[in-house]
């Protein structure tokens, strides 16, 4: 064991070797591919390598500055996917999921509108964080909004766990489990507002409805009377 090294609790001790032998490249590769979709602890070793920065094995702003630069570059690569690859396999075989092709452009517009809100707070989401930027990719978000929000999401991201992990230190174990519980109601919290904005847009679509069904109804009588008036006319 290297002298000076800091004993990671809990889930974090799995990713001690790696770190010991890695250091920031680990941090780079992990957070890189865990935000284009591959199951990876990115955020677990962001986490690990701030508290190894806390006790000066690594720097805390080259922590920082790779996980950062790793998070905005792995969700252009997501985006990327999504953007050439996946609506067309959406288009395809979506029927079979009951996403059709009308569906999956209203789906766009939503995230067109949203999206940014969804891009910034879906990267504390253990779920929504990587695939982000192939959900953002398949329904058409314009780039460059992706790229702002994506990468104001990374700075908040990057910015609570290397702190936290730097000066929580031996504490991290418990101020991690904490941090989880709770993302759990931020996931539900997000879901929920999802949710009302789709359903406000449904109820304002069902309620324009009728209208438009009673101006349809109500040209066939005007044109029948007038042709029984005109029946009539001497």
């Given amino acids: 064991m290297i002298v000076g090294v800091p004993v990671l609790p809990g889930p974090l001790g799995a990713l001690a070797p790696v770190l010991n032998q890695y250091g920031y490249l680990a941090v780079g590769a992990l957070v890189l591919v865990e ?4 199951p990876a602890p990115g955020e677990t070793v962001l986490v690990a390598a701030a508290v190894y920065a806390g006790a000066g094995q690594l720097n805390i702003i080259a922590v ?3 996980g950062l630069v790793a998070a905005v570059v792995g969700d252009n690569i997501g985006f990327a996917i999504g953007h050439f690859g996946g609506r067309r396999l959406a288009v395809r075989f979506g029927r079979y999921v009951l996403l059709t092709p009308a569906r999956l452009d209203r789906t766009e517009r939503f995230f067109t509108r949203h999206g940014g809100k969804i891009v910034t707070v879906a990267r504390f989401v ?5 695939a982000n930027g192939i959900i ?11 790229v ?3 990468a104001l999401g990374a700075a908040l991201w990057v910015g609570a766990w290397t702190s936290v992990g730097y000066l929580a230190g031996n504490h991290i174990s418990t101020v991690y489990d904490t941090a989880r519980r709770y993302e759990i109601y931020l ?3 997000v879901a929920v507002v999802i949710l ?15 209208t438009q069904r009673d101006t349809t109804c109500a040209d066939p009588p005007d044109r029948r009377g007038a042709t029984q008036s005109d029946q009539h006319e001497p």
């Fill in 64 to 66: 920082a500055v790779i």
């Fill in 187 to 189: 996931a539900v919290a």
């Fill in 196 to 210: 009302a904005v789709i359903a406000r847009h449904l109820l304002r679509r069902r309620a324009a409805q009728p």
């Fill in 126 to 130: 253990e779920g929504l964080r990587q």
């Fill in 136 to 146: 953002a990719g398949i329904t058409d978000m314009p780039w460059r909004r992706f």
């Fill in 148 to 150: 702002v929000f994506n």
């Fill in 35 to 38: 935000d284009f979709g591959v």
